[in-house]
């Protein structure tokens, strides 16, 4: 069982940066897959970010270039760093995770490529004005 939360939303004006942090924390032994998603109101969920079990990052056409996602291994927690925030960047942003077990309450499970991605955190507030 795995439990993650995020941090790091808040509000910023277009062409300004954040930085999110997924901590994770249970049975966080050994290394796994971690993403990030957003999900505006009124839209489906979209992939931001993925960085796999070799450091391997993927990014959505949307973003690459201005975002980074990396993975602190000894601290089990993923960053997000967002440049050049646009409004079309206001969404929730939630973190997702491979790990082992299963998580205590029901799940989306979404797979990209070989990562299984099973736990996800609450989610933080990313809001771009103009």
């Known amino acids: 069982w795995v439990q993650l939360v995020e941090s790091g939303g808040d509000s910023v004006q277009v062409g300004g940066s954040l930085r999110l942090s997924c901590a994770a924390s249970?049975?966080?032994?050994?290394?796994?897959?971690m993403a990030w998603f957003r999900q505006a109101p009124g839209k489906e969920r979209e992939d931001v970010a993925l960085?796999?079990?070799?450091?391997?990052?993927t990014y959505a056409a949307a973003v690459k270039g201005r975002f980074t996602i990396s993975q602190v291994n000894a601290e089990n927690t993923v960053f997000l760093q967002m440049n050049s925030l646009k409004p079309e960047d206001t969404a929730t942003y939630y973190c997702a995770a491979e790990g082992p077990g299963e998580p205590r309450h029901p799940a989306v499970t979404v797979q990209r490529g070989p990562c299984v991605l099973k736990y996800w955190g609450q989610g933080t507030q990313v809001n771009v004005s103009s």
């Open positions: 960085i796999d079990t070799n450091l391997k990052t």
């Open positions: 249970g049975s966080t032994y050994g290394t796994y897959c």
